[in-house]
């Protein structure tokens, strides 16, 4: 049909599709962050509906980097068994999974953690609640937490892992000049800034060897006043594409971003549609590694016309498989219809209630009237 549905690889990890569901907050887990039926279900129906690489929700990976309730867990060993039948299931079904691993930061939930939430730079201005500013020792640890964290995901029979460096989170503030304020050797130059992605991937590499895919999901700028660029962004990818990275996924804006990001919302056009595709270039020009582009995709079109023009390799969509996880299939058969997501962002209120991340538009029409 396309490239789009040529089968690829990624440091021997092979894709049956360029598409990739991107990491999203389920709200599926238990209160621990262990794996639930439900979880495992919504993982394997992504699968059979055709989607090539499955990320998975963002999993902490200490207890104080907790970004929400229900949130999926990597951070103890525990969590292994029940991470693993979900892996299972998911090849028994034709899926490829990776495991996020993430770290909230600023924005990790004391209510949740009992901890001031651990922050890159402590200053005036940052939050009306207290933070704790991450010591040398702190930053230690935080490597060693991601090192042990991808460990646990290669156990339980991931495919590979990816570093969440996006939307504000952790890593995120480590490049953003809006929240790195530091003057030791991790502030300062984006060399600086970037200098923990690049110890925390050489200690993921120590915990899994270099035969195993290790992603990173990077902002191609923050969109917020003194955040980070595109410039310093494609100079911290190719740090990391130097140092072993096997693939980028290019996203953008931090949940403070507000009306100075790509809208999220009422995606309705073609035009509308692959909103970071500009740094996708910028990205294509300066490096030769795997881009994973998200960012308002909604259809064949555009995913293909993406591809041909070699903008990236792979189309990552996250709130269009929430309503349809047998899009792809779907396209595939024929109907290549846009996704039927509205982009009304309502699908993160019942989440939040509990309920688990779902279409409140399709529940709608399920339920008679």
């Known amino acids: 049909m396309s490239k789009l549905f040529e089968s690829t690889e990624i440091n021997g990890m092979r894709l049956a599709n360029r598409f990739v569901r991107s990491a999203t907050w389920e709200g599926m887990a238990a209160d621990d962050g262990a794996v639930t039926p439900r979880l495992t279900q919504t993982m394997v129906a992504l699968a059979e509906g055709g989607v090539g690489l499955i990320i998975s929700g963002h999993a902490y990976v200490s207890p104080e980097g907790q970004a929400g309730p229900?949130?999926?867990?990597l951070y103890k060993d525990e969590l292994v068994e029940g991470l693993s039948s979900m892996c299972d299931a998911v090849h028994q079904a034709g899926g490829k999974i990776v495991a996020q691993l993430a770290h909230a930061g600023h924005f990790a939930a004391k209510a949740l953690t009992g901890q001031a939430p651990h922050v890159v730079s402590d200053f005036e201005g940052l939050a009306n609640s207290p933070r704790h500013e991450?010591?040398?020792?702190?930053?230690?640890?935080?490597?060693?937490?991601?090192?042990?964290?991808?460990?646990?995901?290669?156990?339980?029979?991931?495919?590979?892992?990816?570093?969440?460096?996006?939307?504000?989170?952790?890593?995120?503030?480590?490049?953003?000049?809006?929240y790195n304020r530091r003057d030791d050797e991790y502030g300062g130059s984006i060399e600086n800034r970037a200098r923990v992605h690049l110890e925390i991937l050489n200690a993921i590499r120590g915990a899994v060897g270099k035969q195993?895919?290790?992603l990173i999901k990077?902002?191609?700028?923050?969109?917020?006043?003194?955040?980070?660029?595109?410039?310093?962004?494609?100079?911290?990818?190719?740090?990391l594409a130097d140092a072993g990275i096997d693939a980028i996924e290019l996203s953008g804006g931090t949940l403070t971003s507000g009306k100075l990001s790509p809208s999220r919302a009422a995606i309705n056009k073609e035009e509308k549609e692959a909103y970071f595709k500009e740094a996708a270039a910028a990205y294509k020009k300066a490096m030769d590694l795997p881009l994973i582009l998200v960012g308002g995709m909604r259809s064949l079109n555009v995913a293909r016309q993406t591809?041909?023009?070699?903008?990236?390799?792979?189309?990552?969509?996250?709130?269009?498989?929430?309503?349809?996880?047998?899009l792809i299939k779907r396209?595939?058969?024929?109907?290549?219809?846009?996704?039927?997501?509205?982009?009304?962002?309502?699908?993160?209120?019942?989440?939040?209630?509990?309920?688990?991340?779902?279409?409140?538009?399709?529940?709608?029409?399920?339920?008679?009237?």
């Open 70 to 73: 229900w949130q999926l867990g």
């Open 134 to 178: 991450l010591t040398k020792e702190d930053i230690h640890h935080l490597v060693q937490a991601y090192a042990d964290a991808a460990g646990r995901a290669k156990a339980a029979g991931f495919d590979g892992v990816q570093m969440h460096s996006a939307h504000g989170y952790l890593l995120s503030q480590f490049l953003s000049p809006a």
């Open 212 to 214: 195993y895919p290790v």
């Open 218 to 239: 990077i902002n191609s700028e923050d969109c917020i006043e003194n955040g980070l660029t595109v410039e310093d962004s494609v100079a911290a990818a190719k740090l």
């Open 307 to 326: 591809i041909a023009d070699g903008t990236a390799d792979y189309i990552s969509m996250s709130r269009p498989f929430i309503r349809e996880p047998g």
């Open 331 to 369: 396209w595939q058969s024929g109907d290549t219809a846009p996704a039927r997501c509205k982009s009304d962002n309502l699908c993160f209120g019942p989440a939040m209630k509990g309920q688990g991340i779902l279409c409140v538009v399709e529940e709608n029409e399920k339920t008679p009237a």
